[in-house]
């Protein structure tokens, strides 16, 4: 995938600013995806735009300047549907986490403990959002879908950490007495 095909889905919910598209690819419906910064969604939309894709409009704020806000066109749903209407690419998951634990021969236990915390933590957090998300908007079924992937396999990762936490906490005290 990429960002003029993930504009192309965040507009196709409705429209939005720039700022808004980045917003909702990094913290809402979108952020599960790819990531990508202004420096890409800025050119994709100018050039979705003068493809006919998209559509701009300037919108008026007191004391800054106009806030340009895009909506997609027909056509850019054409494209859209297009776009994904292909098999997808195996999923890529990259992880320092793991880069570490696979390492953990030279790190300390505690330090072992410490990034099996924070995992958890993060974990956590994502499982909450997911949560929220399901409380605080109307989900269609395919917000529905992704959200209950999302929640089994972060729920799959909470429950291996916790174990994995366990085994590292009752193997500390006989490294100890080494």
Excluded: W
Aim: overall charge negative.
């Amino acid at each position: 995938m990429n960002v003029r095909t993930l504009c192309l889905g965040v507009l196709s919910g409705g429209e939005a600013s720039g700022y808004e598209i980045k917003k909702d690819i990094e913290e809402g419906l979108f952020s599960h995806f790819i990531d990508a910064s202004f420096g890409s969604i800025y050119p994709a939309l100018t050039q979705l735009a003068g493809e006919g894709l998209v559509t701009v409009r300037a919108e008026e704020q007191t004391g800054k300047p106009d806030k340009k806000v895009y909506a997609i066109t027909e056509a850019g749903i054409a494209t859209l549907a297009k776009s994904i209407a292909v098999v997808p690419a195996r999923d890529k998951y990259k992880s320092e986490f793991l880069f570490q634990m696979l390492l953990r021969q030279y790190i300390s236990p505690e330090t072992m403990i410490r990034a099996v915390d924070k995992q958890l933590s993060d974990l956590k957090q994502d499982l909450a959002r997911i949560a929220e998300c399901r409380c605080s908007e109307q989900p269609h079924a395919g917000a529905r879908f992704v959200a209950d992937y999302g929640e089994a396999v972060l729920t799959a990762a909470v429950n291996v950490l916790i174990e994995k936490k366990a085994e590292l906490q009752r193997a500390q005290p006989a490294q100890a007495a080494e």
